[in-house]
């Protein structure tokens, strides 16, 4: 595609708000597509959010799938404005917010959870969302394992029971204090997505695609609704009948008010060049992350563009996700925690973070995210690091360490053994092309033979149990409470070599530790907020920090671009009502609060 014809274009509809000038622009319409388009209203564009972002190579991946547990499903690209979760977690505000439903009670010894259903609120088509719908979603995820959440239902479930429209109990198969923040909250990528009885009854939930627009398709309880969808172009338009306009959801959304964005318009995601010129001239009002070395120089040209930390570094916020470099623990010489910890010492993560990031970022101990929930964690554990210092760059600590274990270094001044050196190819994919190279070059001056690519395959390498080398990647676990992200590295989640590893989709390190285990299923039974998690968590990572399973790097960052052009109020430093992620479960919230300039 040409790269000036389509920004100009995109300009040029964008002005006029049509939708027929805008699929003039993409083009590769099939003629349902295009008798359907000519229906679309046109919206002025200062009531149009444009946001650039989603799918690869300029096309989507999951066009025309609305059943959210379909395969290739995603809600990341718009479909979490259609859905809405019972509750809500912002993690910048530590709040948890009730939004289809009202309140909860858990029993006593958490044996089971009612949930209170909020009153009045209907699905797209009109019809009412009741309890009902919450129990039939759960019943069909514990009776289908190939759904997502089909197993956790299955595992943590007994029964699921409407006692009537606003009340829907949950019995648990053993105590759960969890299961509400872990299931029935929408928080970053998280939350199970509920659906209509009356339309999923008596259809195979992995083939039904749920999609059509002259039927409505999907209709989720949502202000939102899908007008025109294909490869190229996705569009979303607000439904003014939005059963919450008459609801007062607090500080999110009072009563008689709508989201201000009448139609969102989705351009897909090519490149991160792109992607820049489209919001450097305007077209764009949000994008996807970009690297700092892209938005620092973008939000100091075009003065209309903010990052979170408006135009200062580190130019984004922290993301759930904090990054480490892992390795197989199973294989030689990485089941040797001395090695692991070599390897540690090898690191320096301010370097990488000043060179690689030019200075967007700050180094991480543990693999947490520092939300304020985790803050009180991080400082329970400041004795052991400083007997156990996963931040510290020390050559002579990795010379120490690696004589001791009988290497060597060869005439090329490589660490080896028996004449075998320790040969480290680094993976991971393009959001580390400019830090993995670093990472390479720092441990091949520690005496690491070491390199870093980025092969398309390469995650497949990594759970296949296998590979020897090691790769960067982060965990999307703990937010609130340090239990889900020591959960990973329970031994239920390592597989034995030579088996694929899914481990809760980060545990690939395959360690495991029976001591580590016990305290893990006891952390299980307390709630969170509880402040014996402090003392249990302390002894957990006593055992992790001694054993090192995977090496922590760096806190991951959004470095998201937005647009004042035509929006204000988007979530910054000096607001942090949510995070900026369109993809995520809480994209809802920031449309509810971004408003129109004129």
């Known amino acids: 595609m040409d790269t000036r014809h389509s920004r100009e274009s995109i300009l040029r509809a964008g002005t006029v708000g049509g939708a027929a000038a805008l699929a003039a622009t993409f083009g590769g319409l099939d003629t349902g597509t295009v008798a359907a388009q000519s229906a679309i209203p046109d919206v002025p564009r200062n009531r149009t959010l444009q946001i650039i972002g989603g799918g690869g190579g300029g096309r989507f991946t999951d066009a025309g799938i609305g059943n959210p547990y379909a395969a290739g499903a995603t809600h990341q690209i718009g479909n979490a404005a259609i859905w809405e979760g019972l509750f809500y977690y912002s993690a910048f505000g530590d709040e948890m917010i009730p939004w289809l439903a009202t309140g909860y009670t858990y029993a006593e010894d958490f044996s089971s959870l009612t949930v209170n259903v909020r009153k009045g609120v209907k699905w797209g088509d009109g019809v009412a969302f009741t309890a009902k719908d919450v129990e039939f979603t759960f019943n069909l995820l514990m009776t289908n394992l190939k759904l997502s959440y089909g197993a956790d239902m299955q595992k943590y479930l007994k029964s699921v029971s409407a006692t009537d429209d606003l009340t829907v109990t949950f019995v648990f198969t053993s105590p759960n204090p969890r299961f509400l923040f872990e299931y029935l909250a929408f928080k970053f990528d998280n939350g199970v997505k509920l659906l209509p009885k009356h339309i999923f009854e008596g259809q195979d939930p992995t083939e039904f695609l749920w999609f059509d627009v002259a039927k409505g398709w999907p209709c989720g309880t949502g202000p939102y609704k899908i007008v025109l969808w294909n490869e190229t172009q996705k569009f979303m338009d607000r439904r003014d009948d939005w059963w919450g306009k008459d609801v007062d959801l607090g500080g999110w959304s009072a009563a008689g008010s709508l989201p201000t964005a009448e139609r969102i318009i989705f351009v897909p995601y090519s490149d991160d060049n792109r992607l820049a010129q489209l919001m450097a001239s305007n077209e764009g009002d949000l994008g996807f992350t970009l690297l700092p070395q892209i938005i620092k120089p973008l939000v100091e040209q075009n003065k209309q563009i903010i990052s979170h930390s408006f135009n200062r570094p580190p130019y984004g916020y922290i993301d759930w996700w904090p990054n480490s470099l892992w390795v197989n623990t199973e ?85 080896a053994k028996g004449g075998k050196r320790i040969v480290i190819e680094i993976l991971g994919f393009s959001i580390w092309a400019t830090s993995g190279p670093i990472l390479a070059e720092q441990l091949r001056k520690a005496g690491f033979e070491s390199m870093y690519n980025q092969p398309p395959d390469w995650t497949n390498q990594a759970i296949s149990g296998k590979f020897g080398g090691a790769w960067l990647f982060g965990h999307g676990a703990s937010i609130a409470d340090p239990y889900y992200t020591l959960y990973l590295y329970s031994s239920v989640n390592s597989k034995p070599q030579g088996n694929t590893s899914g481990g809760g989709g980060n545990q690939w390190s395959r360690w495991s530790n029976k001591d580590f285990d016990k305290i893990i299923e006891a952390m299980n039974n307390v709630p969170m907020g509880d402040p014996r998690l402090l003392e249990l968590f302390h002894d957990a990572m006593a055992i992790w920090l001694k054993e090192l399973p995977t090496i922590p790097v760096w806190q991951f960052y959004h ?3 937005m647009n004042t052009l035509r929006w204000t109020n988007w979530p910054t430093v000096l607001n942090s009502y949510v995070n900026g992620a369109y993809w995520h479960t809480t994209f809802p919230l920031m449309l509810h609060k971004i408003k129109p300039i004129s």
């Open 559 to 561: 470095w998201i671009p």
């Open 331 to 415: 294989l030689e010489p990485w089941n040797d925690p001395e090695i692991r910890w070599a390897l540690s010492y090898a690191l320096d993560r301010q370097q990488v973070i000043e060179v690689g990031y030019e200075g967007a970022g700050v180094p991480t101990e543990i693999p947490y995210p520092a939300y304020p929930a985790l803050l009180p964690f991080f400082g329970s554990v400041k004795d052991l690091l400083q007997k156990y210092p996963t931040n510290k760059f020390d050559l002579g600590e990795v010379d120490k360490r690696m004589k001791a274990k009988g290497y060597a270094k060869d005439s090329a001044g490589f660490w």
